[in-house]
């Protein structure tokens, strides 16, 4: 079992910039891989970010590419999402998640373990 606690959400002025957490407990943290993914009401949960075991690879989605970055530390469990340059549209709730396969995914099924989420909000 891996234990997932997100936190560093809030309210934000467009242009501005945000630096999520994701303290992890329980197993081996750098065993899995880990991803970020937003949901915003009414709408299904979709990926923004993801990062390798070692932090030596990262993916994006493309709505966020050159915005966003994912970072990890393994020695404090805890892995990282910047946010610059914050939209209206990025508003929605940012959860993280852990993969044991090693393999980057897009795809919420596919992650074993979900923390309980963050809430960004993105005033115009």
């Known amino acids: 079992q891996v234990q997932l606690v997100e936190s560093g959400g809030g309210l934000v002025q467009a242009g501005g910039s945000l630096r999520l957490s994701c303290a992890a407990s329980g197993r081996t943290f750098s065993n899995y891989y880990m991803g970020w993914f937003r949901q915003a009401p009414g709408k299904e949960r979709e990926f923004v970010a993801a990062i390798t075991w070692s932090g030596g690879r990262t993916y994006y989605a493309d709505s966020v590419k050159g915005r966003f970055t994912i970072s990890r530390d393994n020695a404090k469990n805890t892995v990282y999402l910047q946010m610059n340059n914050l939209k209206p549209e990025d508003t929605a709730g940012y959860y993280c998640?852990?993969?044991?396969?090693?393999?980057?995914?897009?795809?919420?099924?596919?992650?074993?373990?979900w923390g309980q989420g963050t809430q960004v909000t993105v005033s115009s």
């Open positions: 998640a852990a993969r044991r396969i090693s393999s980057i995914s897009t795809v919420p099924s596919l992650y074993d373990y």
